[in-house]
């Protein structure tokens, strides 16, 4: 038994927000911010 036969409507949401989230771009500043140990890891300091 799977989600779309146990909770249709949930399934479909679930479905939307990953297909919102492939056609979209969000510009959240927490999401895009590194510490500074990465930067460095990455080579950009």
């Known amino acids: 038994?799977?989600?779309a036969t146990t909770d249709p409507q949930i399934a479909e949401l679930i479905r939307l927000e990953s297909q919102?989230?492939?056609?979209?771009?969000?510009?959240?500043?927490?999401?895009?911010?590194v510490s500074a140990?990465?930067?460095?890891?990455?080579?950009?300091?």
Do not use: C, D, K, P
């Open 37 to 45: 140990a990465v930067l460095e890891a990455a080579g950009s300091v």
């Open 1 to 3: 038994m799977n989600l």
């Open 20 to 33: 919102r989230q492939q056609s979209t771009l969000e510009l959240i500043a927490s999401e895009n911010h």
